[in-house]
């Protein structure tokens, strides 16, 4: 283990290796206490480097996380965007360098400002406070790529229930202050009141999750709702063919027509794949069979209107018929899919920057949640539910939550299953039932403690049915939102710089 704390390509490929154990920790593989183990093997990597050094360990812990948890990069660029396997992995690798800079940049700032020599409990404390600081960063700059935080290790882990408190930041925040606690543990027994301190920090976190973690923070508001999710499995090498319009809207129809009666139903992302102005006349029979079972029909379409200029803009946009009411254009964009960044240089290279509906504008900022047989559903469009903040401004109105997506672009990769992980943590944090209605799966039912109640296997063309229940209430998290952890971790880090430059 001395190879880890000293610098040389020895420890480099240790933290290499200690990235990887976070993405086997998180979905499809969910070994939580990897996580722990991961975290704590960087923290002490970083124990006495130069902060050169740290940078580079850092690099590498960032690259193996991210080569090991985002590869279904490749499979998007390289199956859907055609880009020759040379390039396509280039582009991927370079994707994956660019990341692992945050943890690049986390090495380079603990070893310079923040690293103590003689307050392990501080050092653990800053860390986190550090680490959790500059996964907001990544989930921010350029739109943000909130993926592969630490805390969703703990969805079905001990410290679940922490997450209606704090979010999965708070998950992250105990996950990484853990990990630091247990490496400090041999410093700390040298100090009878520092360790108590630890300890008591231990008790407070994986106590009281455990403590509250079967406590209900929502209520029902009224009885269950039945719903039928539609998952049509189109291919995504037809979804945008305008030979295969036609058969692609009678599938929807006819698997519609051929469900059995419920109370809401749900089609997936860009189900309709033509402009909404176009399909006026196919989503006003469908708003009529929907009358007609007193049911309420929710479908992704494109929408074409014009913006705040007047200029007409494309959005990847929800649209309802029937017992339901509302519009929802898509705020939070994939870069490269939904939208390319540095267009005029981009566009025409390869044919991945020129997919499909690659053109998207995000919606405005204040939007009205829809309506569907009375009730308030909070809408995300595939990538937005991958962000706490974001969804949870949405879920504190709503009384239920709906994410409909089309994962065809990550193949059989993990992509699609940490996407639902992340859709799971979501509905945690809400206390809220979540419908998830996807083109080839993973379509499921999420009850308000993040636990899967009905689920249909992907690659199939299937409807799931089930109920939700609408909720009242707001979670400490959707009322609070991250401003208590803000102020505590800039405390900590203003505390941990102050010492630092006093020592």
Not at 35 to 61: D, F, M, N, T, V
Not at 377 to 399: H, K, N, R, T, W
Not at 418 to 434: D, K, P, S, T
Not at 441 to 454: F, K, M, Q
Request: contains cysteine.
């Amino acid at each position: 283990m001395h190879w880890i704390t000293r610098p040389g390509w020895p420890g480099n490929l240790l933290a290499l290796a200690a990235g990887a154990l976070i993405t086997l920790s998180l979905a499809p593989f969910d070994i939580w206490p990897l996580a722990l183990l991961s975290i704590g093997l960087i923290y002490l990597g970083l124990r006495e480097l130069a902060p050169k050094q740290a940078a580079g360990r850092g690099w590498c812990y960032g690259f193996g996380l991210f080569a090991s948890g985002v590869s279904w990069v490749y499979v998007s660029i390289h199956d859907f965007g055609a880009a020759p396997p040379l390039l396509a992995g280039a582009l991927t690798l370079g994707f994956v360098a660019g990341l692992a800079l945050f943890f690049a940049l986390l090495g380079w700032i603990w070893s310079r400002c923040l690293r103590q020599t003689a307050a392990p409990w501080l050092n653990a404390l800053v860390f986190a406070a550090l680490w959790l600081a500059l996964d907001a960063l990544r989930g921010w700059i350029l739109t943000g790529f909130p993926w592969l935080y630490a805390g969703y290790s703990q969805l079905d882990g001990p410290l679940a229930g922490l997450a209606p408190l704090g979010g999965v930041w708070l998950l992250s925040f105990a996950v990484v202050l853990t990990a630091t606690l247990l490496i400090e543990l041999p410093r700390l027994v040298e100090h009878r009141t520092s360790l108590i301190g630890a300890l008591a920090l231990l008790i407070v976190f994986w106590g009281g999750a455990l403590g509250v973690g079967k406590h209900a923070w929502t209520t029902a508001k009224a009885e269950p709702i039945t719903v039928a999710a539609m998952q049509g499995n189109v291919a995504q090498s037809i979804k945008w063919d305008p030979k295969k319009l036609e058969m692609q809207l009678l599938l929807y129809r006819d698997m519609t027509f051929r469900s059995r009666p419920a109370d809401l139903i749900v089609w997936p992302e860009t189900a309709v794949p033509i402009l909404k102005e176009h399909a006026a006349g196919y989503l006003t029979m469908m708003s009529r069979f929907a009358q007609e079972r007193q049911s309420a029909l929710i479908t992704g379409v494109p929408v074409r209107q014009p913006n705040a200029d007047g200029e007409l803009r494309y959005y990847n946009g929800l649209t309802t018929a029937g017992d339901a009411q509302g519009a929802y254009l898509k705020q939070k964009l994939v870069p490269f899919g939904e939208y390319v960044p540095l267009q005029d240089l981009l566009r025409g290279l390869i044919a991945f920057f020129d997919l499909p509906m690659s053109d998207f504008a995000r919606g405005e900022p204040e939007q009205a949640l829809l309506q569907a047989k009375g009730y308030a559903i909070a809408p995300f469009i595939c990538y937005e539910v991958v962000y706490p903040e974001f969804a949870a401004g949405l879920a504190a109105q709503s009384d239920i939550l709906l994410t409909v997506s089309n994962d065809a672009w990550f193949g059989h990769s993990i992509g699609p299953l940490q996407h639902l992980q992340m859709a799971q943590m979501r509905a945690l944090e809400a206390g809220r039932w979540m419908i998830r209605a996807t083109n080839n799966g993973v379509t499921v039912l999420i009850d308000p403690h993040g636990r899967i109640v009905e689920r249909i296997p992907a690659f199939e063309e299937a409807v799931l049915y089930g109920e939700v229940t609408p909720m009242q209430g707001l979670t400490p998290f959707l009322q609070w939102r991250s401003w208590p952890l803000i102020a505590i971790c800039v405390f900590l880090l203003g505390w941990g710089l102050v010492r630092r430059r006093l020592a």
